[in-house]
């Protein structure tokens, strides 16, 4: 079965830096469009940042200048580079994996990354 692994969240302090990645197995990885959504306690879960299967990539307004999402398809992992933490960024971060072109008809999510930004 498909599975989406995340993996590099924790606690950061405000201003600090982490870097999320999500591999990917059992699907044919070029052919998804991938994204990272979020969570926070008692809010409805948020869109983040995509990527295309060619490369092209989509920011949420809240994390533009800040987040970076980029991908390797060598290693079906997509990754979220995120800079400049603030405390309003704490969540669960769900990798998000749709497609395969030329459809949208298969989409899976991951089981979460918690991060925490705090002093």
């Known amino acids: 079965q498909v599975q989406l692994v995340e993996s590099g969240g924790g606690l950061v302090q405000p201003g600090g830096s982490l870097r999320l990645s999500c591999a990917a197995s059992?699907?044919?990885?070029?052919?998804?469009?991938m994204g990272w959504y979020r969570q926070a306690p008692g809010k409805q879960r948020e869109f983040v940042a995509s990527i295309t299967s060619e490369g092209n990539t989509n920011n949420a307004d809240s994390v533009k200048g800040r987040f970076t999402i980029s991908k390797d398809n060598a290693k079906n992992t997509v990754y979220l580079q995120m800079n400049s933490l603030k405390p309003e960024d704490t969540a669960v971060y769900y990798c998000?994996?749709?497609?395969?072109?030329?459809?949208?008809?298969?989409?899976?999510w991951g089981q979460g990354t918690q991060v925490t930004v705090s002093s």
């Open positions: 998000h994996a749709q497609g395969p072109l030329p459809t949208t008809l298969l989409s899976y």
């Open positions: 059992r699907i044919i990885f070029s052919t998804y469009a």
